[in-house]
């Protein structure tokens, strides 16, 4: 174990250093700059703030400078916010952020097993066909267009929830809905996958013959492996919630890290861009290797590799 995780910190390495430096290359080749816009500020004024933030020197110097402060972990100052730095808005929003993602993996896995188990149990049956209908439903309709159905039925139509903030515990669901949608479908696919393979197989007629109860066959016995699949699919499912709350964040006007994200490339702020495509990424790979060792956990005869 302590070898694949060293391992997997040293493969980390290239892979953090090639996306820092293409992300740099191409947010510092973009037309404009985090300062362009600032109409009332004269030219000397513009100067005199790019010379505080070492913008009006050479790019690569900007380069080694940033990669000097990464390493001591930090991220810079937010060139858009005023006194605040990246680090600290990390820590302000990405809890807002993880919440979502956590409640939209709920919905995900609650949803998506449940449909998935269902579906499998009656194969080829009207059941079976809706159930995959509707999960072919979640993985082809975006979140930018359930989202704001969502609002037009539920928060504007039938006045059950609001339509955007995060004060309330109602105000969790419709963003949890509208992240967790398409993930569900995906998980109920792959559930029904597993669950088809584990059915016919010969300990779940063993147990079917002892009189065991069929709930407790399917909860006990043929769940666990069925669901491997999805245990696979955790990793980056996971990270892409998290970081794919962008959309749902804006739609939903959420106070957490993917608004910042989508803010910091409207106002072309280099480093909150960077910090946090640097603090993905980190998150990314966590999760990936997170699901590696549970898979393992779950299946002994599983061997750890890269």
Known sequence: ???????????????????????????????????????????????QINRHYGLDQPMYIQYLRYLGK???????????????????????????????????LLVALLIGIGAGVVAALRPNSALDWV????????????????????????????????????VTA?????????????????????????????LPQDFIRTARAKGISEWRVIAVHALKPGIFPVVSFLGPAIAGIISGSFVTETIFHIPGLGKMFVAGAFNRDYTLVLGLVVFYSVLV??????????????????????
């Not at 391992?7 to 390495?13: N, S």
């Not at 969502?150 to 039938?158: D, H, K, S």
């Not at 949890?176 to 696919?189: D, E, F, K, M, Q």
């Open 285 to 306: 790979i966590l999760f990936n290797t997170l699901v590696d060792v549970v898979l393992a956990i779950l299946n002994p005869r599983l061997k750890l590799s890269t």
């Open 1 to 47: 174990m302590i070898w694949f995780l060293l391992k997997r910190f040293l493969a980390m390495i290239p892979v953090l250093w090639a996306t820092i430096t293409l992300t740099f290359l191409l947010v510092r080749l973009a037309p404009g700059g985090p300062f362009t816009d600032e109409k009332q500020y004269p030219p000397q004024a513009i100067e």
């Open 170 to 198: 109602s105000d969790r669901i419709l963003p949890s809905i509208t992240l967790g949608a398409a993930y569900a479908a995906y998980i109920a696919r792959l559930t029904r996958s597993g669950m088809l393979d584990v």
């Open 131 to 166: 159930s995959m209908m509707l999960s072919m439903g979640g993985i082809c309709i975006p979140a930018f267009v359930l989202g704001p159905l969502l609002v037009l039925i539920f928060a504007l139509g039938a006045g059950w929830f609001n339509a955007s903030g995060w």
């Open 70 to 104: 990464l390493l001591r972990g930090d991220l810079g100052p937010a060139l858009k916010y005023s006194g605040r730095s990246v680090n600290s808005i990390i820590a302000e929003t990405f809890p807002v952020s993880l919440e979502l993602g956590l409640w939209a």
